[in-house]
């Protein structure tokens, strides 16, 4: 299963779909307040002393003999860890939209007014080979034996990691791979323990966040898609110390999201829901009375958080790197903690 074929991927179809929300997107983004994420991207490469390199994953191993200049991310998050760590990937597949994922105001500065070449959702083997990467990188992905064999024929491919199922994988685990791809693990340590340290510090002046039980929807017309623990948006709650509770997690088995039916809604009567809803997803819970009975809902302790409507939380959240994190935080801590039981 891959994300065109998936839940995951109806926020960046509908970016596609939708190309007038891409302009006052971008045209936000000029006048937002400067994102408070590392502005870690220049000088964070070390020489080739760390080479060859050879990378574990999912699909095999991968030896990178030198430190690798032209990049391509396959993965769709993969983009923002090397722009952390100082390499502007030559090539990105898109997840929000070709218009949308290099003008987000976390990311924006790092390409410094670059708009990067993008291979495509389905992968376009032929504009990648054009690109002549030195590497093809495809962390926050569900690479096929398929795709890998053609990628490989182009460039040294990394798949995603071979112990946690397809796009659960931690997002230290996957910024250290990205650090050893380019050489820069030092670069790479030290950010996220600067994260951590955030988190830590985030976790000691709200206690009252430690224990509570919380989940991640993402709303339709239809049911409730909720996101697991070991999803990146189930791991931005666990981070602040909240808690996903069994039962959202038992439903969702071991994928990173599932849907959950109308019928089965009162499982997100928790103590924090946060749904992932722009517009036209608020006035459709306005309506639905299922969701507005909900205790969490009468007693106003759910958020509803855009994805293409400024903060852009959500997609902050989905992200979920060392570039959006912080990002994130600024918006969602202070609504967090503003709620009351």
Request: charged share 25%.
């Amino acid at each position: 299963m891959t994300l065109t074929s998936n839940r995951m991927t109806r926020r960046g179809a509908l970016a596609l779909m939708t190309a007038g929300l891409a302009a006052p997107l971008v045209a936000g983004c000029q006048s937002d307040p400067a994102p408070t994420a590392p502005a870690t991207w220049a000088g964070s490469v070390t020489d080739d002393a760390d080479f060859p390199v050879t990378i574990e994953h999912a699909l095999g191993s991968t030896t990178i003999r030198t430190r690798p200049k032209r990049v391509v991310t396959v993965g769709y998050t993969d983009h923002e860890m090397f722009l952390a760590l100082g390499v502007r990937p030559v090539g990105v597949r898109p997840w929000f939209g070709e218009t949308i994922d290099h003008t987000w105001p976390w990311v924006k500065p790092a390409w410094d007014g670059m708009t990067p070449s993008y291979i495509g959702a389905d992968l376009n083997y032929e504009k990648i080979a054009s690109l002549r990467p030195d590497v093809i990188v495809g962390l926050y992905a569900e690479i096929t034996k398929q795709e890998y064999a053609k990628l490989s024929a182009i460039a040294p491919t990394v798949a995603q990691d071979a112990d946690s199922a397809p796009y659960t994988t931690d997002r230290a685990v996957m910024f250290r791979t990205a650090g050893r791809i380019v050489g820069a693990t030092p670069a790479a340590d030290r950010m996220l323990t600067d994260l951590d340290s955030r988190f830590s510090k985030i976790r000691t002046e709200h206690p009252e966040f430690a224990g509570k039980t919380a989940a991640v929807i993402d709303p339709s017309e239809r049911a409730f898609y909720a996101f697991a623990a070991n999803d990146p948006r189930g791991r931005f709650l666990t981070d602040l110390g909240f808690a996903v509770p069994e039962q959202v997690n038992k439903i969702i088995g071991d994928k990173f999201g599932a849907e959950i039916s109308p019928e089965r809604a009162d499982v997100l009567d928790l103590d924090r829901l946060l749904l992932l809803a722009d517009a036209d997803s608020r006035r459709w819970l306005a309506g639905n009375k299922i969701y507005q009975q909900l205790a969490v809902v009468r007693g106003r302790r759910s958020l509803e958080i855009p994805y293409y409507e400024r903060p852009f939380a959500g997609a902050a959240m989905a992200y979920n790197t060392v570039l959006s994190v912080p990002y994130a935080v600024q918006d969602l801590v202070p609504r967090l903690a503003a709620i009351t039981d």
